[in-house]
């Protein structure tokens, strides 16, 4: 059966249907000046008691919010229990901490534990725990988990995958690999355009990826990104941004044999020359002066 609203309910619900986050008792009663204190009172116990309004503490303050309720109506349900699904389902699939939940419906813990639980129990919400954090949070159970929640495509089991990771950092790099030694072969005299033309976009390594097929899990253009940076921390890729900013491009990193380097820094002449501590840019012994300095730079 439904309810006949009275003219004091209408008055409010003209207002809170103008402000979506709700507002304070005292600016009610400011937005409705023609309305006398009992009148008002009766008609916010007899909305709240319909569940059409819902009462939301303000954190740290004994003062509350009224607000129109737009969230789903659950059947049977106390207004203690709609009001915590309003809460919920309005934090959608980032869900939302049992202290955010506890300090806007203002009720107590205990109470509040007792709520959740029953809601649990209906299958109408879940509870889970964030990576890194032991609290848990709530959602809709229909919901996926946001990425903020869950760590994103390289988690499992609240765990990074790392043996995942490092498979994907290496196919993409055996890819910047063959991409710089293609174009250098192509470019062998032409420096800045070896370089220019050498970088990959995101992109394109997401789709060599896909195309080879070494990932059951689908990756976009921002969880190939987040690979290619580790290869970047690893010192075995290079970012260069693009002139739009609108997308990064990556390129391997030069290998450098170190078996060549140590041979190369061991047969620096100063590595060896008695005079070292005399030698210095302008004075007699220097290096534009020393004898063994040209026949290095040509090695």
């Given at each position: 059966?439904?309810?006949?609203?009275?003219?004091?309910?209408?008055?409010?619900?003209?207002?809170?249907?103008?402000?979506?986050?709700?507002?304070?008792?005292?600016?009610?009663?400011?937005?409705?000046?023609?309305?006398?204190?009992?009148?008002?009172?009766?008609?916010?116990?007899?909305?709240?008691?319909?569940?059409?309004?819902?009462?939301?503490?303000?954190?740290?303050?004994?003062?509350?919010?009224?607000?129109?309720?737009?969230?789903?109506?659950?059947?049977?349900?106390?207004?203690?229990?709609?009001?915590?699904?309003?809460?919920?389902?309005?934090?959608?699939?980032?869900?939302?901490?049992?202290?955010?939940?506890?300090?806007?419906?203002?009720?107590?813990?205990?109470?509040?534990?007792?709520?959740?639980?029953?809601?649990?129990?209906?299958?109408?919400?879940?509870?889970?725990?964030?990576?890194?954090?032991?609290?848990?949070?709530?959602?809709?159970?229909?919901?996926?988990?946001?990425?903020s929640l869950t760590g994103g495509t390289?988690?499992?089991?609240?765990?990074?995958?790392?043996?995942?990771?490092?498979?994907?950092?290496?196919?993409?790099?055996?890819?910047?690999?063959?991409?710089?030694?293609?174009?250098?072969?192509?470019?062998?005299?032409?420096?800045?355009?070896?370089?220019?033309?050498?970088?990959?976009?995101?992109?394109?390594?997401?789709?060599?990826?896909?195309?080879?097929?070494?990932?059951?899990?689908?990756?976009?253009?921002?969880?190939?990104?987040?690979?290619?940076?580790?290869?970047?921390?690893?010192?075995?890729?290079?970012?260069?941004?693009?002139?739009?900013?609108?997308?990064?491009?990556?390129?391997?990193?030069?290998?450098?044999?170190?078996?060549?380097?140590?041979?190369?820094?061991?047969?620096?002449?100063?590595?060896?020359?008695?005079?070292?501590?005399?030698?210095?840019?302008g004075n007699v012994i220097s290096p534009?002066?020393?004898?063994?300095?040209?026949?290095?730079?040509?090695?």
């Amino acid at each position: 059966m439904e309810v006949i609203e009275n003219d004091s309910e209408t008055a409010l619900r003209s207002v809170l249907e103008k402000f979506k986050d709700g507002v304070s008792n005292d600016d009610l009663i400011l937005l409705t000046p023609l309305m006398d204190n009992t009148s008002r009172t009766s008609a916010i116990n007899s909305m709240l008691s319909s569940g059409k309004i819902e009462m939301l503490s303000t954190p740290g303050s004994k003062s509350f919010t009224i607000r129109w309720c737009c969230s789903t109506k659950l059947v049977g349900a106390t207004q203690e229990e709609q009001l915590v699904y309003s809460l919920i389902e309005e934090a959608g699939s980032r869900g939302i901490w049992m202290k955010d939940i506890r300090d806007k419906s203002g009720l107590a813990q205990t109470q509040m534990r007792r709520v959740l639980k029953l809601l649990e129990q209906r299958k109408v919400v879940k509870s889970m725990k964030s990576v890194g954090t032991t609290k848990k949070c709530y959602m809709l159970a229909e919901l996926e988990a946001d990425s903020s929640l869950t760590g994103g495509t390289f988690f499992s089991d609240q765990q990074l995958d790392t043996q995942f990771v490092q498979t994907l950092v290496q196919v993409c790099v055996q890819m910047l690999h063959s991409k710089r030694k293609q174009v250098e072969a192509i470019y062998p005299n032409d420096f800045s355009k070896s370089r220019e033309t050498s970088f990959i976009r995101v992109s394109e390594v997401t789709a060599y990826i896909k195309k080879a097929g070494v990932s059951n899990i689908p990756l976009v253009d921002s969880d190939v990104e987040s690979i290619l940076e580790v290869a970047v921390l690893d010192g075995k890729a290079e970012r260069h941004a693009d002139v739009m900013g609108s997308e990064n491009r990556y390129r391997a990193s030069k290998i450098v044999n170190p078996r060549a380097m140590t041979s190369l820094m061991n047969s620096t002449p100063c590595m060896h020359c008695p005079l070292i501590d005399e030698c210095g840019t302008g004075n007699v012994i220097s290096p534009e002066t020393c004898e063994y300095m040209p026949s290095w730079i040509e090695i």
